[in-house]
């Protein structure tokens, strides 16, 4: 049976499809374009009007067809097609961009008082007996601004400071909720605001999946939310379960005419309300929220919250509020903005889950990175629907802070946390001894190497030695700034362990042998040959990346070229003690006891010695000093190099790339879509290059261009 609108060129029931061949590209076109209006649509139904209309076996059938003809015919794909959602592009940063309209915050209050003082205002500066209003749930997400131009999403933008924000246009497309073409009658140009959420259901299966892995849970969804937005890999975005509500128009281009949407059966003209631009937004096929209401008075909006307040465990995401806004739109010209939030509308907060339980005890978590995270162990408490046992303690700065000890009764609170935090103490029973205070421990609780403080935080020096670090110690050691070992990623690295491939430190891959990965799941001879080829090839390194290899702290990779030309091997950087360096130009306080302490460690030595017993050598590049030490500044996408290659040249060339432009930046090298550093540059008369002009440089100074 066919199905309506999305199936009008494409029989479900007849998949039969023929062969793709050279001599019938037109044919092939015109079924690529049928295909991709029947996945829009099925996309629509499922992720929009949670109305599926076809089996999960038959759209994919459709959607490998689309994938295999984009394969044959790679001139058919657009960044339209259904197809682009799964990701893949890398960014080396994001270019800032201005929104078409500034995206404000809103003022908030937890009370009604608060609600009733909003209303009072609202009626006295529109002159009015009543007012009106709209409520909408006030989502803990991302707030995003989607440019539509044709109907075809353009640009997506984080809020930043509301004026200009980050273009993450890529991540936006892998989200399926969000539209990449819009249906109905759209006008030539439309910038909406929405929000990008994490559905709880998806929250909690990642984050169980990542405790079974011994990874680090995301602590929140809207955390999970905002890092997966600023991924520079797109297919990362695309593994998170993203999705998107729309509740605004911010700018929009009516073009000439008078009718624009649809309203139920009949058409109306540009909207009078809030409400009919929800009714649009439907209209052109964006994900809006149900459980906008109409509220004839302030009255009504409070009892709403009220409501919400006591089903928000029921729904299918976090909330934090709700947002009170009046409807009429003219009466929101009527009123305006202020400078940083609108007049006519507020958040209407709700107060924080709090629930009281005892502390069982305090023990010391030892992250990846090194960093240990005192952890509550708590008597089991039911916070918000969720029955919790642990608690982050964050640092021992608020341990002692909040004088939190073992056997105290406590406060906790949960926003959406997987692991909550604790509120405060409670000291109903001061007749009652109490414990002594919680101590950090001096040894790491995994490898015994020292704990040393760095700032707020505590953290192992056993480094590329430490179990609990082990992993992320050998992901960044054969990771793509470092030795760049090819296949040597993460779910590789996570096998190789499970399997005690990787037991002890670093070294144990220079230990992999092709008989020993063969047996291995998802491992054929091809694959071993490579993993073992690859290591075995990236023996020869240069000094620079052997020692940022290492994943010392606050030891990036320039600093890691620093060290690499002031000492020229390992041994004499090894034996340097705090004076020493911090006698090098750019090795501040912190790097350099950082780096003592790395090298204190005895076993972070004998891994070293393990490296290059195994043969690693790392050697130091001659270098060609035509820039002096001058430094440059990259910023937008570039055409003809990657971002990796032009560092490489002038760091090559003894040039030196910063991060952030200064007075002391030589020279700021654009792309397209260059960010705020390229107006600073101007603010400041720092010389600017675009790809032409680097390129007659480098050539006038021998250097290779393109």
């Known amino acids: ?25 037109e044919q092939h076109a015109r079924e690529a374009a049928d295909l991709a209006a029947a996945i829009r649509y099925h996309d629509h139904c499922y992720y929009v009007l949670d109305d599926p209309r076809l089996a999960d076996g038959t759209y994919d059938a459709l959607f490998r067809r689309l994938q295999a003809l984009e394969e044959t015919f790679p001139e058919l794909q657009s960044v339209e097609s259904p197809t682009q959602r799964v990701g893949g592009t890398v960014q080396s940063e994001f270019s800032e961009i201005e929104h078409q309209a500034p995206m404000q915050s809103l003022d908030s209050g937890a009370e009604e008082a608060d609600v009733r003082e909003f209303d009072e205002r609202v009626r006295k500066g529109l002159g009015v007996d009543s007012v009106q209003y709209i409520t909408e749930l006030k989502f803990d997400g991302v707030s995003i601004e989607a440019v539509y131009r044709a109907g075809v999403l353009d640009i997506g933008a984080t809020r930043g400071d509301g004026i200009y924000g980050e273009q ?47 990874e680090e849970p995301f602590a929140n969804p809207r955390n999970l939310a905002a890092g997966a ?70 009255d009504e909006a409070i009892a709403l919250h009220h409501q919400l307040e006591t089903a928000r465990d029921a729904l299918p995401y976090e909330i934090d509020g709700v947002v009170i806004k009046i409807d009429r ?24 889950r709090l629930e009281i339980t005892t502390i069982e005890d305090i023990v010391l978590q030892v992250g990846r990175t090194g960093i240990l995270t005192p952890v509550a162990q708590l008597a089991p408490v039911e916070v918000g629907g969720v029955t919790i046992s642990r608690a982050s303690l964050h640092n021992y700065d608020q341990i002692t802070e909040k004088d939190i000890r073992r056997g105290d009764k406590v406060r906790v ?13 409670i000291d109903d029973r001061p007749d009652i001894e109490r414990s002594l205070p919680f101590e950090m421990l001096v040894r790491c609780p995994v490898c015994e190497a020292r704990v040393v403080r760095d700032g707020a935080y505590f953290v192992c020096t056993g480094g590329v030695s430490c179990g609990a670090q082990l992993r992320g110690a050998v992901e960044h050691y054969g990771s793509r700034h470092a030795l760049d070992i090819e296949g040597l990623g993460d779910k590789t690295v996570r096998q190789l362990m499970d399997e005690g491939l990787i037991q002890d430190s670093i070294v144990d891959i220079y230990g992999l042998t092709v008989d020993k990965l ?82 204190d460690e005895p076993h972070n030595c004998s891994v070293i010695k393990g490296l290059l017993a195994s043969g690693v050598v790392p050697r130091v590049e001659d270098r060609q000093e035509f820039f002096g030490g001058k430094r440059f500044v990259i910023t ?17 060339a003894g040039g030196r790339v910063a991060s952030s432009v200064s007075k002391q930046t030589d020279y700021v090298i654009i792309g397209k879509r260059p960010g705020s550093k390229a107006r600073k540059a101007r603010d400041l008369d720092v010389p600017i290059l675009d790809e032409d002009g680097l390129a007659a440089m480098l050539k006038e100074k021998g250097l290779s261009g393109w």
């Open 329 to 352: 739109l003219d009466h929101q010209r009527a009123l305006g903005e202020r400078s940083r939030s609108p007049r006519w509308a507020m958040a209407y907060k709700f107060a924080p």
């Open 168 to 214: 993450v246009t890529d991540n936006l497309r892998t989200i399926p909720s969000v539209p990449l073409r819009l249906v109905g009658n759209p006008p030539p140009m439309l910038s909406v605001r929405g929000e990008v959420y994490v559905p709880l259901v998806g929250f909690h299966r990642l984050n169980r999946e990542r405790l079974e892995r011994d």
């Open 413 to 425: 609170a949960r926003a959406g946390d997987v692991i909550p935090y604790v509120v405060e103490r």
């Open 636 to 652: 937008g996408s570039l055409d003809h190099w990657s971002r990796d290659e032009v560092v490489a040249i002038l760091e090559n």
């Open 1 to 25: 049976m066919k199905a309506d609108q999305g199936n009008r060129f494409i029989d479900p029931d007849d998949l039969s499809f023929k062969p793709i061949n050279d001599k019938a590209v």
């Open 229 to 298: 937005m600023r991924q520079l890999i797109s297919s990362v975005t695309a593994q998170r379960p993203l999705d998107a509500f729309f509740y605004d128009i911010l700018s929009v281009d009516w073009g000439t005419r008078d009718e624009i949407g649809v309203s139920g059966s009949g058409r109306f003209e540009r909207p009078e309300t809030h409400g009919q631009e929800l009714d649009l937004l439907r209209a052109w096929g964006f994900k809006v929220d149900s459980r906008s209401e109409h509220c004839s008075d302030i």
């Open 518 to 599: 063969v047996p291995l799941e998802r491992f054929g001879k091809k694959k071993a040959e490579n993993l073992v080829g690859a290591i075995l090839a990236r023996k020869d390194t240069t000094l620079s990346r052997f020692i940022y290899a290492l994943g010392i702290r606050h030891v990036g990779e320039h600093v890691a070229e620093v060290l690499s030309r002031e000492f020229g091997d390992i041994g004499t950087l090894m034996e340097a003690d705090f004076d020493r360096l911090l006698a090098v130009n750019e090795i501040g306080p912190g790097s350099a006891e950082s780096i003592v302490a790395f090298f």
